[in-house]
Nanobody, 124 residues
Framework: QVQLVESGGGLVQPGGSLRLSCAASGRIVSINDMNWYRQAPGKQRELVASITSGGTTNCGDSVKGRFTISRDNAKNTMYLQMNSLKPEDTAVYYC??????????????????WGQGTQVTVSS
């Protein structure tokens, strides 16, 4: 019913920058909270940053001051601007969203959706 697709990952040197995008598609009525998570090899998935539909943001301590989360509600898209990247930022980054949508029968439903993930590697 709803798809989230991340893009923008890649290989970057320490100190560099990347901008991730997460585009939501489907018969979307509205999107509430949106989040970025990441998971490094051998570690648990952790919340990186979150943003409400009204634009209130919150970033984890490990990325505060370096990462900025934003969204464009008209485009159903969320972004993560990552600056001053460190090797410990290496992980698969996932977007997550609480979405209100219209199902095949025409009813409104609410669901929690995840993207497929995009790899970010910080290495010299």
């Amino acid at each position: 019913q709803v798809q989230l697709v991340e893009s923008g990952g890649g290989l970057v040197q320490p100190g560099g920058s990347l901008r991730l995008s997460c585009a939501a598609s489907g018969r979307i009525v509205s999107i509430n909270d949106m989040n970025w998570y990441r998971q490094a090899p051998g570690k648990q998935r952790e919340l990186v940053a979150s943003i409400t539909s009204g634009g209130t943001t919150n970033c984890g301590d490990s990325v505060k001051g370096r990462f900025t989360i934003s969204r464009d509600n008209a485009k159903n898209t969320m972004y993560l601007q990552m600056n001053s990247l460190k090797p410990e930022d290496t992980a698969v980054y996932y977007c997550n969203a609480d979405v209100r949508y219209i199902n095949r029968l025409g009813y409104q439903r609410q669901g929690d959706y995840w993207g497929q993930g995009t790899q970010v590697t910080v290495s010299s």
